[in-house]
């Protein structure tokens, strides 16, 4: 049976947290279940040599993915609200600019597949009633920008 990391499991070890040129590292910490059978999630940082750990957000989700040339980092964010409950928002980090930007969409449960140039592609609710998410992040709505350091 070939692992594929998901939602409700992935881990440090996984080859899609590193970025396309081997120089940083999206590492998460206390990984939890967000409820009694849900996804995970749990803080996250950014890591690379000879450089001090950056926290990207206190409640990250995965699997995180890369964007092809490695500046760019797609990280489903959880977050909870008494309107909608628990959902999960793309957040953008920007190796470069230090930033990370959340969009104002909402999801249930995203498992993120591609990141190509500005379109972030995967699947919304895997296990009830998916939905395909191509996602332009020049298109979407901005929820904030958060500058990291």
């Known amino acids: 049976m070939t692992y594929k ?6 881990h440090n070890t996984d080859k899609a947290l590193v970025s396309p040129d081997g120089s940083q590292k999206l590492v998460y910490y206390d990984l ?4 009694m059978g849900a996804p995970i999630g749990g803080p996250c940082f950014l890591e690379s040599d000879g450089h001090p750990k950056i926290k990207i957000n206190d409640w990250c989700a995965g699997p995180p993915f890369w964007e092809k040339a490695g500046r760019l980092l797609a990280v489903p964010i959880w977050t909870r609200n008494t309107e909608s409950g628990i959902t999960q928002r793309i957040g953008i980090v920007d190796t470069h600019k230090l930033t990370l930007t959340v969009f104002k969409k909402k999801f249930r449960v995203l498992d ?3 990141f190509d140039r500005t379109i972030v592609a995967g699947y919304d609710s895997l296990l009830h009633n998916p939905e395909k998410v191509l ?3 020049e298109e979407e709505d901005t929820e904030a920008i958060v500058q990291l350091v």
């Not at 990391?5 to 992935?10: E, I, K, M």
């Open 5 to 10: 990391p998901n939602p409700w499991q992935f």
């Open 32 to 35: 939890s279940e967000i409820a």
């Open 112 to 114: 993120l597949r591609s």
């Open 135 to 137: 996602f332009d992040i």
